[in-house]
């Protein structure tokens, strides 16, 4: 086994580099904190 064998996760909505996980581990739309935040102040920012 190769323990290198990992894979980059980005963030789905702003491409935020959020770590790395084994290759075999499927993440569907990873989020950074912000963007896992139901209310994000930017959001609303940009709505205005
Ligand atoms: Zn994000």
Redesign the pocket.
Known sequence: MNIYDTKQIK?Y????FIGEVDCDVEIICP??G??ADPFPSDEIITKS
Not at 13 to 16: A, F, S, T
Request: net charge positive; proline share 11%; aromatic share 0%.
């Open positions: 963030c909505r702003c491409g935020k989020k950074c912000p963007c």
